[in-house]
């Protein structure tokens, strides 16, 4: 599928500077026909999954496994937590085509310094295999964070919100979800095949839309590892929440980084792995039955 090319550069000044976009986002689920266990033809929703390979002024960078609902953000938001590319006003133009699964970016003057930014990869945990390269390793020194606080009260309510979310995964399974959050309120909810790519599809979007970090909530539905650590950093946000768990990893980078760094989040329940300065306890809930010498819930959240 091929879309027109649409030019949202914009002729006024105060608005932000916009590349020319396509909109070329695909369905996220598809029909199946099923046999269930009682032998009974049924149709059921499955995830789709789409390869698209990302290309820079015809230099091929890297194929991600994606839904495909937010393929423009996805590949300037990839570009972004990478710093393969600093500014947005450098990008003329993103085309995406999924007759040759393509993502096509032009830039207006090229990029200097191409092989030293790939000469050296790191295949991550990342869902479907993420990769993290070594200037974007070399650009989280540069990286301050602002301090950020965080009510436990306003925690509970977000949970309820992103509760209410999680679309596709409540149609079809096989995705994950992330959310740019203030207080309470969800921004914006990408689901994706992997975390990173919704990652990263947020990214974009902030990108595009010039929104800041520092007074932002990152929530996802995936473990926190140190690639996800590395993303939220490079977005300028303080606090990182996740429904599953945390690798030692991602807690140590977030310690050097100082994210504030909430996990198994749901319910009524969460542990702070870095950071409870930041957390107001101000809504603590009754004591529940706890694992012996565990301080863990009865309750089990998977990963």
């Known amino acids: 599928m091929i879309t027109d090319l649409v030019t949202q550069t914009s002729s006024n000044e105060t608005e932000p500077y916009r590349p020319q976009l396509t909109h070329s986002g695909l369905a996220p689920t598809h029909p199946v026909s099923v046999v269930d ?100 390793l070399d650009s989280l020194y540069s990286v301050r964070l602002p301090k950020a606080s965080i009510a436990q009260s306003t925690l509970y309510v977000l949970l309820e919100n ?27 909810f990408v689901e994706d095949v992997g975390r990173h790519n919704a990652a990263d599809a947020i990214a974009g979007y902030m990108w595009l839309e010039q929104i800041p970090g520092a007074d932002k909530i990152f929530y996802t539905t995936g473990r926190l590892t140190s690639e996800i650590v590395m993303k939220v950093a490079q977005m300028g946000i303080p606090v990182l929440v996740s429904r599953s768990g945390v690798t030692h990893m991602g807690l140590e980078l977030a310690q050097e980084l100082g994210v504030t760094m909430i996990s198994r989040a749901k319910g009524r329940h969460f542990l702070v792995f870095n950071g409870s300065e930041c957390v107001l306890f101000d809504a603590k809930p009754e004591d529940a039955p706890r694992h012996k ?5 009865h309750s089990r959240i998977p990963d």
């Not at 509760?163 to 914006?188: F, M, P, S, T, W």
């Open 37 to 136: 266990e009682q032998r009974v033809d049924r149709e059921v929703q499955i995830a789709g999954e789409s390869p698209l390979t990302l290309y820079v002024d015809d230099r091929e960078i890297v194929t991600l496994m994606t839904l495909g609902s937010h393929p423009e953000a996805l590949a300037l938001g990839y570009l972004r937590t990478q710093h393969f590319i600093e500014r947005i006003e450098d990008i003329r133009s993103v085309q995406v085509s999924w007759d040759t699964e393509s993502a096509r970016v032009s830039t207006w003057r090229g990029v200097e310094g191409w092989d030293d930014k790939l000469k050296r990869r790191t295949l991550t945990t990342g869902c479907g295999q993420g990769t993290v390269f070594s200037c974007t």
């Open 162 to 188: 992103i509760r209410r979310q999680n679309d596709v995964y409540k149609r079809a399974g096989a995705v994950h979800g992330c959310g740019l959050c203030r207080g309470e309120d969800i921004l914006l």
């Open 293 to 297: 010498g565990t301080g863990i819930m």
